[in-house]
């Protein structure tokens, strides 16, 4: 199957014949009916019965389904709803809590009869990815532990730019009162935190769009702005350029 230039939702059915490959972007596949049996990256388990399986881009899996089966898949570009890192830090094969039972239900119903329209492929697959993320165990890293303050709050917003992170949110991640933690920052960065993640947001648009793969609305939606008219007036006024330009600049 071809790479999509944006997330696309849709329920499938599977043959019983075994079939190996792999495609240029991230796939998660949800449960409806029957299970399917899979190996992703040297892992094995089954969809069906509470479980789901995430498959990163580039990794090799193979899949078989005996019986009757219908399953929602969801293929997501490889770059824009989450970072990479976090994709790939995410397990292959992942239970199914009563909260994301819902949403399977949720886009079972939507996608029965044709896939959802690009707008809500979108949101439902950016709500799944950052649900999956949320419920993986935090890394425990000596590293992380000792980290200057301020560099476990850039490291953040590097990672969530495309959030509305609050300064009570970076102040909690750099293990500082909010007041401490702004004039700490301001210290280290010579900016504030709102002005910083407003540069990483654009940055991050920058990148997209050289990219090409995503339109323009969905990469505002990607890096945290309401809409293209946002993103547009935001990097007329901060950069003096336009998402146009910076796509032709690639």
């Not at 044709?114 to 809500?120: F, K, M, T």
Request: aromatic share 4%.
């Amino acid at each position: 199957m071809a790479s999509p230039h944006r997330p696309t939702v849709s329920t499938r059915s599977y043959d019983g014949h075994e079939r190996r490959h792999a495609h240029d972007h991230h796939q998660i596949v949800l449960p409806i009916a029957g299970t399917l049996d899979m190996e992703v990256g040297g892992a094995c388990g089954r969809v069906g019965d509470g479980r789901g399986v995430l498959v990163a881009d580039g990794v090799p899996h193979s899949f078989r389904s005996g019986g009757a089966n219908r399953f929602v898949v969801l293929d997501v570009p490889a770059a824009g709803l989450v970072p990479e890192a976090a994709v790939r830090a995410c397990n292959a094969f992942f239970a199914i809590d009563g909260a994301l039972d819902g949403l399977v239900r949720y886009l079972a119903a939507e996608a029965a009869d044709r896939p959802l329209d690009p707008v809500l492929a979108h949101h439902s697959a950016g709500l799944l990815l950052r649900a999956l993320e949320a419920r993986q165990p935090p890394p425990v890293s000596p590293a992380v532990s000792t980290k200057d303050p301020i560099d476990r709050a850039l490291a953040l917003m590097a990672e969530r730019c495309g959030e509305a992170l609050t300064v009570a949110e970076l102040a909690e991640a750099a293990g500082l009162a909010p007041s401490r933690f702004h004039e700490r920052f301001r210290a280290r960065t010579g900016s504030t935190p709102a002005r910083l993640l407003a540069e990483l947001r654009l940055d991050r648009a920058e990148a997209l769009l050289r990219d090409g793969r995503l339109p323009l609305a969905e990469v505002a939606l990607a890096v945290g702005f309401s809409d293209q008219s946002a993103l547009t007036r935001s990097l007329r006024r901060r950069r003096g350029t336009t998402p146009g330009a910076v796509r032709r600049s690639r």
